[in-house]
């Protein structure tokens, strides 16, 4: 049996290959609430740049789950609302990622699950979420099924953060982050074989007001990336 590739526990010390600087930024007038819903509404074709980040781990069994793009509609632009996970799960310890995690029996479809799994992670109550659609499932090496669930949300909202699993919720500018020349590649060999990831590190004030860098990295800066090529 094939072995499968390690984890990246510490991805600072992956060597960064490029920036994708060559790629147009999104203009602001495609990144408006209007523009956006109006975007969601078309049903032209697109191809998502990353369909998963490696095999799943043979010791479990692929599971479904779904996370929330949730685009908060400030009046200086859109900004997307991250949480950096505490630093003690099994999963994803410590990164930053989309609210949201796996589906249950109970749940009728993967936008319920984006909406229940946020609410709990965050407190985010729906009736400030109005859901635009849906971006191409994308898996995970820790054998998750992901369907990133993309939203407006309305400002005049309070976050209940699960102090269990979120240690920081916070928001970036989505111009920032559908801007490519934020994109940097990261590559390493396993067993011959090269395997990249994306990085979009973010300087911003954490709740203490203290200036920080947030590391978006791995699946959710996949995801980031597949929504830029969605919107382009």
């Excluded at 781990?57 to 685009?71: G, Y």
């Excluded at 505490?86 to 699950?113: C, M, N, Y």
């Amino acid at each position: 049996m094939a072995q499968r590739p390690p984890r990246v526990l510490d991805p600072h010390k992956i060597p960064v290959i490029g920036v994708d600087d060559h790629l147009p930024a999104l203009p602001a007038g495609v990144l408006t609430p209007q523009a956006l819903r109006e975007r969601f509404a078309q049903s032209r074709h697109w191809t998502p740049e990353f369909e998963g980040d490696g095999r799943f781990l043979a010791e479990r069994e692929p599971a479904d789950a779904s996370v929330l793009i949730a685009l908060v509609a400030r009046p200086d632009g859109p900004r997307v609302l991250l949480t950096r996970r505490t630093d003690h799960l099994r999963d994803h310890a410590g990164q930053i990622s989309f609210p949201g995690g796996r589906a249950e029996a109970a749940d009728p479809s993967v936008v319920h699950t984006a909406l229940r799994e946020t609410e709990e992670e965050v407190g985010l109550a729906r009736e400030h979420v109005q859901v635009l659609g849906q971006l191409n499932t994308y898996t995970t090496v820790t054998s998750y099924r992901v369907t990133p669930v993309v939203a407006l949300v309305q400002p005049g909202f309070t976050l209940a953060l699960d102090s269990f699993e979120v240690e920081e919720a916070f928001e970036v500018p989505l111009d920032y982050l559908m801007t490519p020349a934020h994109h940097r590649r990261h590559a390493l060999d396993w067993a011959g074989v090269q395997r990249q990831f994306l990085s979009m590190p973010w300087q911003g004030l954490d709740a203490s007001g203290q200036r920080r860098e947030y590391f978006i990295w791995g699946a959710t800066a996949a995801m980031l990336r597949n929504l830029y090529c969605f919107l382009r």
